[in-house]
């Protein structure tokens, strides 16, 4: 029996990926969630080490208990961030998809001498520190900031407006910083798109809007759901954004998260809403993958 090298190259090198990067430290999270808050270094007690060899491993289920877990249902804090993230994150990727789908179908309709430049124009924040960038918005959204100072010159508003440390701030950050995400999927599915399709839409004597609607939306969706599937993930476990641009009162599970970690030191509660914030996303996306599959298998 030979083995396909290049077959198992293909894969398994990702696999090793995963299983290296991925699913070895979700393990380690998953047993610290399962463990005890100790005052030690690191600060917890583990329920199983590699010195209680096979009898511990016998013993491990029970030893591990749900009380972690058990306590995000009891403290309203944790629930809380959860859905606060949860509605940033759905609000975020709203209006990153309507700011970024103009701009994708303004690049995919540009001549194609100028697409190359202005997509290097799409990606060239990602040059600067995200800290930088997110920092920048401070200067701009403060009392005394640009944007105030604007609206003021204008004569639009009277006082200066209190924009910093506001959830109106966090998604201020989240869609300028996530913006590229987006715009790059709609352009990959807008840009190979075959213009006759619209010629012909026009032929039968459909409006340009309804081409749009008819053609052209329908056959961008896999971007738009790549758009969002990639600004979505992120802004729901989002930490630096919130931290630097909203106010104590804003109230995201990253920012939780990291309370836990670094603030109060309690390793296994924070591993436990990793663990819950993980499963949050990842089962969704695996139903919806799962949908998708038996959708193509029905329409072959």
């Known amino acids: 029996m030979t083995i396909n090298w290049r077959r198992f190259l293909l894969i398994g090198i990702p696999m090793i990926w995963l299983l290296v990067f991925f699913l070895m430290p979700f393990f380690i999270v998953l ?3 399962l463990s005890d808050m100790a005052t030690a270094m690191p600060p917890y007690t583990p329920n199983y080490t590699p010195e209680a060899g096979i009898q ?18 009891e403290d309203n804090i944790y629930w809380l961030s ?17 700011l970024g789908y103009p701009i994708a179908y303004a690049l995919a309709r540009s001549p194609e001498k100028w697409r190359g430049l202005l997509v290097l124009m799409i990606i060239l924040p990602f040059w ?3 800290l930088i960038r997110v920092y920048s918005w401070i200067g701009i959204l403060k009392t005394e900031g640009f944007l105030n100072h604007f609206l003021l010159w204008l004569g ?5 407006l209190a924009m910093i440390n506001t959830n109106f701030a966090v998604y201020i950050g989240i869609v300028y910083s996530y913006l590229p995400f987006m715009v790059l999927p709609l352009y990959a599915a807008l840009e190979k798109m075959d213009d006759s399709l619209i010629e012909a839409a026009l032929d039968l004597g459909t409006t340009r809007l309804g081409a749009f609607w008819q053609v052209t939306f329908p056959l961008s969706l896999p971007g738009i759901v790549a758009g969002c599937f990639l600004v979505f993930i992120p802004a729901m476990g989002e930490f630096v954004i919130p931290d630097l641009l909203g106010g104590s009162e804003t109230l ?7 309370g836990e970690f670094f603030s109060n030191r309690d390793w296994p509660v924070a591993s436990a809403v990793a663990i819950v914030l993980l499963m949050l996303l990842v089962i969704p ?9 038996k959708a193509q298998e029905a329409a072959s």
């Open 285 to 293: 996306i695996l139903l919806f993958q799962r949908q998708q599959e």
């Open 82 to 98: 959860y859905l606060s993230s949860l509605q940033i994150a759905l609000v975020s990727t709203l209006f990153t998809l309507l």
């Open 252 to 258: 995201m599970i990253g920012k939780t998260l990291w």
């Open 56 to 73: 511990g491993m016998v013993n491990l289920w029970q030893a591990f208990d749900l009380e972690n877990f058990i306590w995000l249902l």
């Open 156 to 160: 639009v508003i009277d006082t200066p």
């Open 128 to 130: 600067t520190s995200f």
């Open 31 to 33: 047993k610290i969630s």
